[in-house]
């Protein structure tokens, strides 16, 4: 048994024999979507349906059987993309669009006017064209213009098609149509972007259901493919219908469903805690520094052992990035252990040893004296890079420098350096 709905839009059903492996459907209607549906009946237990989508071509002048071009709903053919209409005048335009290489062997333009009643107009064009021009039309009338595929085994693309008004100016309108909506998405907030393939719009119009179940909606310009959607729920699924406004017509919807990402911990993402450096050590005493290149802290407190393994706490508010630890026993190796507090998180640790300087007997009256570190170079590494820069950075963990030279090769293979400041860290290279 095949089932269908006519032209009408009325059921129609065909019954065949079991030994049946074919049938003919007489009476489509050109340019009409059916579905068919296929039933198997083994005693009045039906088994199905297998299903296929086809759209009649219109009558050929030498052959008055309708043929159908099948629409695979599985795994379709390579379709036709970007069908469009140019270069309009009074009585003549020009339909292009764009097809994979040696993928058909023909392409087959129906053109009509669809008030008129008329059968529609068929050109046939070699499958390596991409254009045809439409001659001899009629000034202010509305055509439908469709574009089939024909394969070189004789099976057909699914059918492409627009509507376009030629006025008598000769300018044409072609009705606006959008598609392709997509969206990027953080815990509260997505932003949506879409593509407009032929017309104009007024404006767009975005609906949705916050996380309370009541209707939001938030309007853009027409010349506006993009929108930010704030103060979103985490976690939290949503679908967003997009409308197009032309003429105080609403097109659409064109709808995406989503899901929010979970709540952001600012404090994991967003602070950062690095580089504990042992920057000066005398015989009873050591200066730590540190950097925070992201985000804040509360406080701060740094914990060792004494010279007798007792545990030592020093606490900095949030804002330090050194400290001088003192009352340190001379030649003794400590272990610093820096923690960062940001509400109720504790960041850390980050080490770093040091020894402290012996007391050089002949200079008793000076038993602190400072023991000169040697300048050493640490970390090298790249924080952002963009086309045409470059952002450097770098540590000293030990002693300083009077300054540093960064030396490159530009595109020509040219040699390029670029002096920087000895208190320096870190320094963008420009015109790359």
């Given at each position: 048994?095949?089932?269908?709905?006519d032209?009408?839009?009325?059921?129609?059903?065909?019954?065949?024999?079991?030994?049946?492996?074919?049938?003919?459907?007489?009476?489509?209607?050109p340019?009409r979507?059916?579905?068919?549906?296929?039933y198997?009946?083994?005693?009045?237990?039906?088994?199905?349906?297998?299903?296929?989508?086809?759209?009649?071509?219109?009558?050929?002048?030498?052959n008055?059987?309708?043929?159908?071009?099948?629409?695979p709903?599985?795994?379709?053919?390579?379709?036709?993309?970007?069908?469009q209409?140019?270069?309009?005048?009074?009585?003549?335009?020009?339909?292009?669009?764009?097809?994979?290489p040696?993928?058909?062997h023909?392409?087959?333009?129906?053109?009509?006017?669809p008030?008129s009643?008329?059968?529609?107009?068929?050109?046939?064009?070699?499958?390596?064209?991409?254009s045809?021009?439409?001659?001899?039309?009629?000034?202010?009338?509305?055509?439908e213009?469709?574009l089939?595929?024909?394969?070189?085994?004789g099976?057909?693309?699914?059918?492409?098609?627009?509507?376009?008004?030629?006025?008598?100016?000769?300018?044409g309108?072609?009705?606006?149509?959008?598609?392709?909506?997509?969206?990027?998405?953080?815990?509260?907030?997505?932003?949506?972007?879409?593509?407009?393939s032929?017309?104009?719009?007024?404006?767009?119009l975005?609906?949705?259901?916050?996380?309370?179940?009541?209707?939001?909606?938030?309007?853009?310009?027409?010349?506006?493919?993009?929108?930010?959607?704030p103060?979103?729920?985490?976690?939290?699924?949503?679908?967003i219908?997009?409308?197009?406004?032309?003429?105080?017509?609403r097109?659409?919807?064109?709808?995406?469903?989503?899901?929010?990402?979970p709540?952001?911990?600012?404090?994991?993402?967003k602070?950062?805690?690095?580089?504990?450096?042992?920057?000066?050590?005398?015989?009873?005493?050591?200066?730590?520094?540190?950097?925070?290149?992201?985000?804040?802290?509360?406080?701060?407190?740094?914990?060792?052992?004494?010279?007798?393994?007792?545990?030592?706490?020093?606490?900095?508010?949030?804002?330090?990035?050194?400290?001088?630890?003192?009352?340190?026993?001379?030649?003794q190796?400590?272990?610093?252990?820096?923690?960062g507090?940001?509400?109720?998180?504790?960041?850390?640790?980050?080490?770093?040893?040091?020894?402290?300087?012996a007391v050089?007997?002949p200079?008793?009256e000076?038993?602190d004296?400072?023991i000169?570190?040697?300048?050493?170079?640490?970390e090298?590494?790249?924080?952002?890079?963009?086309?045409?820069?470059?952002?450097?950075?770098?540590?000293?963990?030990?002693?300083?420098?009077?300054s540093?030279?960064?030396?490159?090769?530009?595109a020509?293979?040219q040699?390029?350096a670029l002096?920087?400041?000895?208190?320096?860290?870190?320094?963008?290279?420009?015109?790359?």
């Amino acid at each position: 048994v095949i089932q269908y709905k006519d032209g009408e839009g009325k059921p129609k059903l065909l019954k065949m024999d079991k030994n049946s492996r074919e049938a003919t459907i007489s009476n489509l209607v050109p340019f009409r979507k059916y579905k068919f549906n296929l039933y198997v009946l083994l005693g009045r237990k039906p088994f199905g349906p297998v299903s296929l989508e086809v759209v009649p071509a219109p009558s050929s002048p030498t052959n008055d059987k309708i043929q159908t071009i099948a629409v695979p709903t599985s795994t379709p053919e390579a379709p036709l993309k970007n069908l469009q209409v140019t270069e309009i005048s009074p009585n003549q335009l020009r339909v292009t669009w764009s097809a994979p290489p040696g993928f058909f062997h023909k392409f087959y333009v129906y053109y009509r006017d669809p008030k008129s009643g008329a059968p529609p107009q068929k050109i046939s064009i070699p499958g390596t064209e991409r254009s045809v021009d439409l001659m001899d039309l009629q000034p202010g009338t509305e055509y439908e213009v469709e574009l089939h595929g024909e394969r070189p085994g004789g099976t057909y693309s699914a059918p492409f098609s627009t509507k376009i008004i030629i006025d008598s100016s000769g300018t044409g309108k072609i009705p606006a149509t959008f598609k392709d909506i997509s969206a990027t998405v953080t815990s509260n907030s997505a932003h949506l972007s879409w593509t407009v393939s032929s017309g104009e719009f007024d404006s767009f119009l975005i609906q949705y259901k916050d996380a309370e179940g009541k209707l939001q909606e938030l309007l853009t310009e027409g010349d506006s493919h993009e929108i930010t959607i704030p103060n979103l729920a985490a976690s939290h699924r949503y679908t967003i219908d997009l409308y197009g406004i032309s003429n105080q017509e609403r097109l659409g919807p064109a709808s995406i469903t989503f899901v929010t990402g979970p709540p952001e911990d600012l404090s994991v993402h967003k602070t950062v805690l690095k580089d504990l450096v042992v920057s000066e050590v005398t015989s009873n005493s050591a200066r730590l520094t540190w950097r925070v290149p992201s985000g804040r802290f509360d406080s701060f407190f740094l914990q060792y052992r004494d010279s007798e393994g007792s545990d030592q706490t020093l606490r900095m508010d949030g804002d330090s990035r050194e400290i001088i630890i003192p009352n340190l026993v001379p030649s003794q190796r400590y272990r610093f252990n820096l923690y960062g507090i940001l509400g109720t998180q504790t960041h850390g640790p980050l080490f770093a040893d040091a020894v402290t300087a012996a007391v050089q007997e002949p200079k008793k009256e000076k038993p602190d004296e400072t023991i000169v570190i040697k300048p050493s170079l640490g970390e090298f590494s790249v924080l952002d890079v963009t086309s045409d820069t470059i952002h450097l950075y770098w540590t000293v963990p030990t002693g300083s420098y009077d300054s540093f030279l960064i030396q490159y090769k530009d595109a020509d293979g040219q040699p390029q350096a670029l002096p920087v400041e000895g208190d320096s860290r870190e320094v963008t290279v420009n015109n790359l």
